[in-house]
């Protein structure tokens, strides 16, 4: 219990930190575009409704879970292709390297010309930013899979998916994971980037309106609304990435007290 509490405290120490000197800082504040803590935090309960909430950050959130599941598909699919062979890795890579190199926020355009101003749009852009860092970083952590547990498992004739799911994803988990991690805050920039080009409804499309409307404290409600959303989504993530890779950390514990 004292163990849970403790990292409650340090999961909660720094941003109470940051919003203790938001607070003290813009106190005194008149300037119209800093406006006091104070104020945004009176407005956002006005602002941020149970039916703003249902029209503007559902959508936003299915958006991104749409993209976000389309690149992890994708991503682990090609990275375990790519990973297993050194010539399908040869022939890809300079390809791989160059479409990496292409920010996403550049396709918007491109991707409107083919798929309009619906949702396939934002879909299809948070999609082609966070598959990169899952594709990438499973073909890496196929590439890493020890030589000889892969003969092991040859020799013990276990081989097609049972090979595949036991001893080249179970492996690699760790690495495909990671990528996971750091696309999950490239598809919440995307998301909010993707709605303020063409959108009815979003957290972007709602910032923006706020923006252009001068209601700088209901824009800087959904600024923070959107570090709020991000903060939940990577401790959810973190709760799932525990379970799914518990054998991982738990051999990490057991060599760490070994030592």
Known sequence: MSRVLLRLVLLLALP???VTVWWLASAGSTNVYWPPLRTILQAFPDVWTADRLR?????SLLRLAGGYAMAAVVGVALGTLIGSSPRVRAVCEPVLEFLRA?????????????AGIGDTMKVAVIASGCVWP?????????????AVMAETARSYGITGVARLRHVVLRSASPQ???????ALSIGIILMVISEMFAASNGLGF???QFQRGFAIPDMWTGILLLGLLGFVLSVVF???ERRALGWYHGLRASTRRSR
């Open 102 to 114: 292409v920010p996403p926020p550049v396709l918007v355009p491109v991707i409107m010309l083919f």
């Open 176 to 182: 495909i994971f990671a990528g996971l991690r750091q």
């Open 55 to 59: 029209s503007d950050v559902l959508p």
């Open 238 to 240: 973190r709760l799932v």
């Open 134 to 146: 899952v594709l990438l970083n499973t073909v890496e952590g196929v590439r890493a899979v020890d």
């Open 16 to 18: 109470a930190v940051l």
């Open 206 to 208: 709602t910032i923006v």
